[in-house]
């Protein structure tokens, strides 16, 4: 069953899920693009698929390394899933490159718990934050996760407050400076236009109505089951836990501000969605329980071809 194939993190499941995002952007590309089919199409999706991959590979780093969740493969699988049921983001090389960069940050973030380079880690994680707003600008809002973790992780102190924002400054001003040195000051300026969109009619629509009210009722639903028994076990277990949740409401506000609501947005909700529920999977006691929830996901990935 392929929830006991998930259930440990190895290797041969990294090469099945990633097969599975290939699968995912062959459907999506003949679905979105049949009319539209030529080399440089597939020359196109060729380098959005790697982006993909790229993806995949420092989302699983993270979980790993970090051990947002039991050693085991479903954020990552949940992931992909995601990926594949809101497959606009898979074309938008604007949003894979962004969330790429943030999640380099997070990497950053969620070490924070090892007392290891504190001051460059946190450079580092505002670095990154900021060339992802040179991008996409509301990525921006992503820094309120760095005083977040240094509050939860206790390493509050006035150059630990102050690294952050030199680090965030940084790439901007560097761009700053190219764009100074070519004289086109305009170019930098139009980075910073604020354009937000609250419309959200689009997401009236069946193929993302469905799939979001199912992931924010296993969210909700992971919430409340794994919350009180990480509270009651190790600290820093308990402090991943509540970043992870504040990762997910700053996730929701970046959705939520966003002047593009074509789906593609959808993908900074993934990396926070994929780990919560990721978490609640083991606690499930019935094997047919947790086959039937990723059944559920990838069968809801399928459908929104035809909704």
Known sequence: MIANFFKKSKPAGIILIIGLLFIYYFFATFYVSANNLSINLFGNILILFVLGVIWVLVFNFIVSKNKLTLDNLYG????????????????????????????LAFRK??????????????????????????????????????????????????????????????????????????????????????????????????????????????????????????????????????????????????VGLSEIKNGSELLFLIFPAAIIIANFIPKLKSSLFKNVIIYLFLALSISVYFL
């Open 109 to 254: 973030i969620y070490s924070l718990s090892s007392n290891l380079n504190t001051k460059m880690k946190l450079f580092d994680v505002a670095f990154w934050i900021g060339i992802a707003s040179l991008i996409y600008f509301w990525s921006f809002l992503f820094f309120i996760l760095i005083y977040v973790g240094i509050i939860l992780y206790k390493k509050v102190s006035i150059r630990n407050l102050i690294i952050p924002i030199v680090g965030f400054i940084t790439p901007i001003f560097l761009y700053f400076t190219y764009c100074f040195y070519l004289n086109k000051l305009p170019l930098f300026y139009q980075k910073f236009d604020i354009n937000f969109s609250l419309d959200f009619n689009y997401y009236s629509l069946t193929k993302y109505l469905l799939p979001l009210i199912l992931i924010s009722l296993m969210i909700i639903w992971s919430i409340i089951r794994v919350t009180p028994s990480i509270v009651l076990v190790s600290n820093k277990l308990k402090q991943k836990w509540i970043l992870l949740l504040n990762h997910l409401v700053v996730a929701i506000i970046v």
């Open 76 to 103: 990552l699988l949940l992931g992909v899933i995601f990926l594949g049921t809101f497959y606009e983001s898979m074309f938008s090389s604007k949003l894979l490159l962004t969330n790429i960069l943030l999640l």
